[in-house]
């Protein structure tokens, strides 16, 4: 058995980052997204170099990830990157920097094209 991580919102704290990095405010997890929505956001995230290697964890994501992983389950990181049309190229090489920063080198992450 492996127990695989997300990291928006999960590992890294992506609301966070919308915040204070893009100076967006996010919408509640119940409150549908519209298009123009959509777009507003992934232009703020645009205009952020890097913006999901400067993520910051998740309250207690790390202590769990650690927890769960000296148990001796196998943990890997399972996560999107936007599309190819919202033009933010570094996102997979951001996110796997990011796990090695703040999990370890060793961790295996999975990129998938949302």
């Known amino acids: 058995m492996t127990?695989?991580?997300d990291m928006d919102g999960v590992l890294a704290d992506f609301d966070r980052g919308l915040r204070e990095l893009c100076h967006?405010?996010?919408l509640p997890v119940n409150e549908p997204r519209t298009q123009a929505f959509e777009e507003a956001m992934w232009t703020e995230i645009r205009a952020v170099p890097h913006f999901y290697?400067?993520?910051h964890?998740?309250?207690g994501a790390i202590e769990m990830f650690r927890?769960?992983?000296n148990t001796g389950v196998p943990c890997e990181i399972l996560t999107g990157i936007p599309k190819p049309r919202r033009?933010?190229?570094a996102a997979g090489e951001d996110k796997v920097d990011w796990v090695r920063r703040y999990l370890s080198e060793d961790?295996?992450?999975h990129?998938?094209?949302?």
């Open 3 to 5: 127990i695989f991580f």
């Open 107 to 109: 961790t295996v992450t």
């Open 24 to 26: 967006f405010t996010p």
């Open 87 to 89: 033009k933010i190229t």
């Open 53 to 55: 290697g400067q993520l």
């Open 67 to 69: 927890q769960i992983h």
């Open 57 to 59: 964890p998740m309250p």
């Open 111 to 114: 990129i998938v094209m949302k």
